[in-house]
Structures are given as structure tokens and as C-alpha cells.
């Protein structure tokens, strides 16, 4: 198997040596096949969303290598962390965390900065990614003026400002009906049919019962429980 990213004894500990110690994710290892869909799946406080920021380089394990196209990206000086982040990984967030007051292009090309590509290849990116989510139309509309829907797009828009190698989504359905969700999951499809690579962290059935998922993480109490490469 191809990985694309790969966790090595990754344990993830929240206040350590202090009363409320929580150990988040404890001695996972686990591979990210390249190109497919991948869930990490579990109730909520199983470990999946902490994982997926290990993942991610959102956090720093604890213990263990995260192992990113090869290179062990753990314990890199922060600068260089955040450039594998902004080059490799896009990000849906469970709220979205879009800001409010800017408009939908605004939001959307924030990953971007600072960068060294030209406003005019900025623009057009930008542009182009918001035609094929249908929010064209929207491109200078203040984000809270957005209906639940339209935010969602503008959040997948923003993950795919930077053109990552691998989307990871946060419990993408969480706030959504089963339209809205539909509809997400379509879009993640036609992402990978594209060649991206997918993370989702989620307890959704919606999702995980799908026949696309290539890859099952079952995870419990910080630990996996079982993993399936389907």
C-alpha cells in the first residue's frame, strides 16, 4: 500500500503529570493510503479528532513520528510545520470557522497568506474553485448572509485554496441535514475522484456505511480498535 501518511506509536497526552491528565490517543499507528477515502470512526472522546490533528500537523504527538510523503514532520521547528501543513493539507472544520465580516472570497483565499503567488493567479484560483461549488454568484457576499448550505461550500472552497494533496474533514455532517449532507458527500467523492486523498473523522453512519469508504479506523478510548482496508 501506497501511504501517503503514516503514524507511528502516536500517543497525544492533554495536561500531563497534572489531576485532569487525559491521554487523547495512546500508541496508535496507522497508515493513510494514498488517493483513497479513509474514515476514522468512533463515538465521541475515542481519540478519532485528536488523531486527525496528529494527522495533520494541527498538534504535535506526545510520543511517536508522524510520517508525512516519507519525512518525519513531528518534530520540526514550527516554521516548517506550518509549511507541509499549508502545502499538503486542507481542512473542513466542524463549524466551518469561517469569519465573519469578510466576504466568501475573503474567507476563501485567507490559507493563502502570506504567500509568493500573484494576485492575479490568486484570483483566478479563487474563482475558479468557487464556479465549480456554484458560488459564484456569492464571491462578495458578506459569509454570515449565507444560508447553512452555501456556508459549507465556502468552507470545502477555502480547504482547496492551497490545492492540498489530502483533505481531512472534522465531523463534516455534525450540523448538517440529510440534503446538506448529500450533498457534502458528493463532493468528497468527486475530490477523490480527482485524485485527492480524504480523512474523515466522524461517528456519522451516513457516512461510514457508504460503499466508497476505502478505509474503516475504528477507534475507542484513544486506541484503535480495528482497522479495515476495503
Do not use: W
Not at 488517493?35 to 504535535?60: A, D, E, N, Q
Not at 466551518?96 to 493563502?112: A, C, D, K, Q, Y
Amino acid at each position: 500500500m501506497d501511504a501517503v501518511i503514516r503514524a507511528e506509536d502516536v500517543s497525544k497526552v492533554f495536561n500531563a503529570g497534572l489531576a485532569d491528565e487525559v491521554r487523547a490517543v495512546a500508541g496508535v499507528s496507522v497508515e493513510i493510503p494514498r488517493g483513497r477515502i479513509t474514515v476514522l470512526k468512533g463515538p465521541s472522546g475515542s481519540g478519532k479528532t485528536t488523531l486527525l490533528g496528529l494527522i495533520g500537523c494541527m498538534s504535535r504527538p506526545t510520543e511517536g513520528k508522524i510520517i508525512v510523503e516519507g519525512k518525519d514532520v513531528a518534530k520540526l521547528p514550527e516554521r516548517f510545520l506550518t509549511n507541509v501543513r499549508r502545502k499538503t493539507f486542507g481542512f473542513i472544520f466542524q463549524h466551518f470557522n469561517l469569519i465573519r465580516g469578510l466576504t466568501v472570497s475573503e474567507n476563501v483565499m485567507l490559507p493563502l497568506y502570506p504567500t509568493d503567488i500573484d494576485s492575479k493567479q490568486m484570483q483566478q484560483r479563487m474563482e475558479e474553485i468557487l464556479g465549480k461549488l456554484d458560488l459564484t454568484a456569492k464571491l462578495n457576499v458578506k459569509i454570515e448572509k449565507l444560508s447553512g448550505g452555501q456556508q459549507q461550500r465556502a468552507a470545502i472552497a477555502r480547504a482547496l485554496i492551497n490545492e492540498p494533496a489530502v483533505v481531512l474533514a472534522d465531523e463534516p455532517t455534525a450540523h448538517l441535514d440529510t440534503k446538506l449532507s448529500g450533498d457534502l458527500l458528493n463532493i468528497i467523492t468527486a475530490l477523490n475522484k480527482e485524485g485527492k486523498t480524504i480523512v474523515i473523522a466522524t461517528h456519522d453512519p451516513l457516512i461510514y456505511e457508504k460503499p466508497y469508504i476505502d478505509n474503516i479506523i475504528e477507534m475507542r478510548d484513544g486506541a484503535v480498535k480495528e482497522a479495515a482496508l476495503l
